[in-house]
């Protein structure tokens, strides 16, 4: 994007004194709030969610509208649907709870949608933890099949494909506290007894 586009983007959002833009998507989605369906772009700021789209006309100008709801009104962010392969092309949903209703958010795009959701989270939450991970690839898809079946074979011979556990139990000797992992078999340093936890 040149200099001319990117002021031609902050003339149609309107930035507000002391507002950053934090990025720009475009996603379609459904407004419950102002019973809107549309596809355009979607604009988050350090204060707002902003949904931009372009009414197009045929013998006259077409217009461009804006919604924006400030971020303190967001509640939190549901995944309702990730693609479970790379083979799946049905894309990704998520709704934005706001304290007035919801937006559902939907694109095809992992590159739009997974910034776009992680962004938000990021800003209403303060968490830099990923909502929406990697996307899912051929070598993942493999990853995934080959960690299944090592799972269902573990379970087939009787053996949890869970990780051990650090637990605590008392001491069958004296009462003390003895602590270890899950399975394995410990001597109490006050007594000398032993116990399996």
Known sequence: MNIEEFEGEMAKIKLQHGEALLGDWNLHWDDKIADL??????????????????????????ETFEHSYPLTTVKSIELTRMPKNSFDDDGYRCKVYLQSGYIEFFDHEYEDFAPFVNTLNSEITGSKTPLVGDKQTLLSDVSNVIGSVTGLFGKKQGKAATEPKKISKPCPGCGATLTGWEGKTVVCDYCGATRQL
């Open 37 to 62: 369906r549309k596809t355009g772009q979607v604009y988050i700021t350090s204060r707002r969610l902003i949904l931009t789209y372009e009414d197009v006309k045929i013998f006259r100008a077409s």
